[in-house]
């Protein structure tokens, strides 16, 4: 993984039940606090990651409705390697299947 923007975006598909429920082990021992329903602070050494995500409405895939969110990623104080260390991780716990 290159660079990771110190704020960025993204569309994830699944529910937000899904989301509660992957974010602890994505984590990966980082302390995690949900700071509100649709927020989440991960520390990182002297800096944290906040979290923040609501639900979009679904995709159709002709009569198949896929949920998905609309997740903001904001890190303060986090140097470029640990954060581009921390997503590598995160991402693999949060891919699911496809293709």
Do not use: I
Not at 25 to 40: N, R, S
Not at 57 to 64: C, E
């Amino acid at each position: 993984m290159g660079v990771v923007a110190e704020q960025f975006e993204r569309d994830t598909g699944g529910t937000l039940a899904d989301w509660h429920g992957w974010l602890p082990p994505a984590c990966h021992g980082h302390a995690l606090t949900f700071t509100g329903p649709q927020q989440a602070q991960v520390q990182m050494g002297a800096g944290s990651l906040t979290l923040d995500w609501q639900a979009l409405p679904p995709r159709r895939l002709g009569l198949t409705k896929l949920p998905h969110l609309l997740v903001r990623y904001r890190f303060d104080g986090v140097p470029d390697e640990e954060r581009a260390r921390f997503m590598r991780v995160f991402d693999l716990h949060m891919h699911r299947g496809g293709g």
